[in-house]
């Protein structure tokens, strides 16, 4: 009573508390306002989920979806991570919203191995959006979506048939030689060089880029607890990475001062060359198109561009083996529209459906990247109802698409067909993006689909393969890396024409 008469008897303390009153339910509105983050798996002090990352992160993820919904969180350290799931979830934030989610988040080693230049490691922004259209201008200016690289890779496929014709029927694993391959045709396109099957620097530089897809995201400390960089044992992984990038940055630039010293505008032969031209036409000082941008794109083009189609490579080999009768009915096409000796093109993929719906169900089934490289969001932003903040490491799980039962009956089976039309044509599917989606969508995806097709087609059009007499049947299943990998296998092959024998 006393306080009541008290306040009406001083109407600055009045005022005062309106005011006060007012901040207060401003406040409330405010709180009132929906910011529910994701829900997902409890967050342990210090650790977060990380016990519970297994090497299989893909199938986890994919398993926390169930539980948790399409868009949940969980914790590394104390770094939050949002996943993205389902078609629908991933094209909504990639495609809808992609000025939100097309930026890539702060990790120490990929900072370490890039020095935050090239392209795929730099965040979404000006120098990024320059970088990307530069690159794709010089990648068609060097004829990537022209028939000049599909008579690259003819020659490439011939120089494999011998290498392989050289193994004379004897149990052998592929995986150095078609890595070796899909380099040479890289290093032509990049540097304008290819090399034997047997240079040992060319081999160690394919095992250095290897190496970068050989570490799990799990081993990947330093990444999540920056403090384990100066930890021995627990920083070995670490400085073996950036001990690789290094080696493969000093292979370009030996390749950049042998194009310097034999530049000419007027005959461009390579990227590298085409990058140089570019260098020269910059007149401005503080430009970011320079040398040291030109060693680190190149290096991201050799990284994105061996590893995942090698890789792609080795599943389709590994497929045709396991089912003998997809095997013969490529062959048949194959035989139908080149016979023995005819050189495969882009152009003939039109005549060979069943061949494509191949190439199509490997990328689909095996997913070689399964969860594409790590988005962020540029901006605080909203997905499915939930408050997803500036700056927060997104995954996008492809694989949840990709062997989702709602999209895909029987997602498990491998099976071609389902990419024929009534007709027996191909056809595409929405669903199926092995290359992911949107503004951050492989910069590579035109010839990684020619180099897939027609080594695929060249290998067919020569060999008969099968596992050696009395193997194991090697497992469907393969181990996730970086990339999808599958398990070591032998294979046999077997010349399809008796005048190839050496
Ligand atoms: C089967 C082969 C390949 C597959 C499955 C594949 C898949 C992918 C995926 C999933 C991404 C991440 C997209 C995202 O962040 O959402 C990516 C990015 C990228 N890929 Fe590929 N890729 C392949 C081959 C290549 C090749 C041959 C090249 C280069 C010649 C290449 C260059 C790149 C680059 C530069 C990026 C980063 C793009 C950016 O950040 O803007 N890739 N690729």
Redesign the pocket.
């Known amino acids: 009573m006393f306080l009541l008469h008290g306040l009406l008897q001083c109407p600055w303390d009045l005022y005062g508390l309106l005011k006060l009153a007012a901040v207060l339910l401003g406040c409330l509105w405010w709180l009132r306002k929906p910011r529910r983050l994701p829900p997902g798996p409890i967050n342990w002090p210090l650790l977060g989920n990380f016990l519970s990352l297994t090497q299989d992160e893909p199938m986890l993820l994919k398993s926390w979806a169930r539980q948790y919904g399409d868009v949940f969180m969980y914790h590394v350290g104390s770094r939050a991570v949002v996943v993205l799931n389902g078609y629908r979830t991933i094209h909504q934030a990639?495609v809808k919203q992609a000025e939100d989610f097309s930026s890539?988040p702060y990790m120490p080693i990929t900072a370490e191995n890039s020095q935050r230049k090239g392209?795929?490691h730099?965040p979404y922004g000006p120098f990024?959006k320059q970088h990307?259209k530069s690159?794709l201008l010089k990648m068609r200016e060097i004829g990537v979506d022209k028939p000049v690289l599909d008579q690259k890779i003819a020659m490439e496929g011939q120089s494999l048939v011998q290498e392989i014709t050289k193994k004379e029927g004897i149990p052998f694993d592929m995986t150095k030689l078609i890595q070796t391959a899909v380099s040479n045709i890289?290093s032509t396109m990049l540097c304008g060089t290819r090399y034997e099957y047997d240079h040992p620097g060319f081999q160690r530089f394919i095992s250095n880029v290897a190496l970068n897809f050989k570490f799990s995201r799990l081993s990947m400390l330093p990444n999540h607890y920056p403090w384990t960089k100066w930890v021995p044992g627990l920083n070995t992984e670490f400085n073996r990475t950036l001990e690789c990038n290094k080696e493969i940055r000093e292979h370009i630039r030996e390749h950049l001062v042998e194009h310097e010293t034999s530049f000419d505008p007027d005959n461009i032969r390579d990227f590298m060359d085409a990058f140089l031209n570019e260098i020269r036409h910059q007149d401005d000082e503080a430009a970011t198109v320079n040398k040291e941008q030109l060693v680190q794109v190149i290096r991201?083009?050799f990284v994105?561009?061996i590893e995942?189609?090698a890789t792609?490579l080795r599943w389709a080999l590994l497929y045709s083996v396991l089912y003998p009768d997809i095997q013969a009915r490529v062959q048949e096409e194959i035989d139908h529209v080149l016979g023995r000796n005819g050189t495969p093109t882009m152009a003939d993929r039109k005549k060979m459906p069943f061949t494509e719906a191949t190439i199509e169900e490997v990328?689909r089934y095996a997913t070689?990247?399964p969860l594409?490289?790590d988005?962020a969001t540029s901006r605080d932003t909203s997905l499915n109802g939930y408050y997803i903040p500036k700056d927060t490491l997104v995954q996008?799980n492809?694989w949840s698409v990709h062997h989702d039962p709602e999209t895909w009956p029987e997602p498990e089976t491998f099976d071609p067909t389902r990419f024929l039309n009534d007709e027996g044509q191909f056809q595409k599917k929405a669903e199926n993006i092995?290359?992911?989606?949107?503004?951050?969508?492989?910069?590579?995806?035109r010839?990684?689909r020619a180099?897939?097709l027609l080594f695929y087609i060249t290998l067919l059009q020569h060999f008969h393969f099968k596992l050696p007499e009395g193997a194991a049947r090697p497992s469907e299943k393969g181990l996730f890396g970086i990339t999808y990998n599958p398990v070591d296998f032998d294979i046999v092959a077997v010349p399809r024409f008796s005048d190839m024998c050496t």
């Open positions: 990639l890539r392209v795929i730099v990024w990307r690159t890289i991201d083009m994105a561009g995942n189609i792609a990328l070689v990247a594409t490289v988005h996008v492809l092995p290359f992911s989606l949107g503004r951050r969508i492989c910069l590579g995806e010839m990684a180099e897939l």
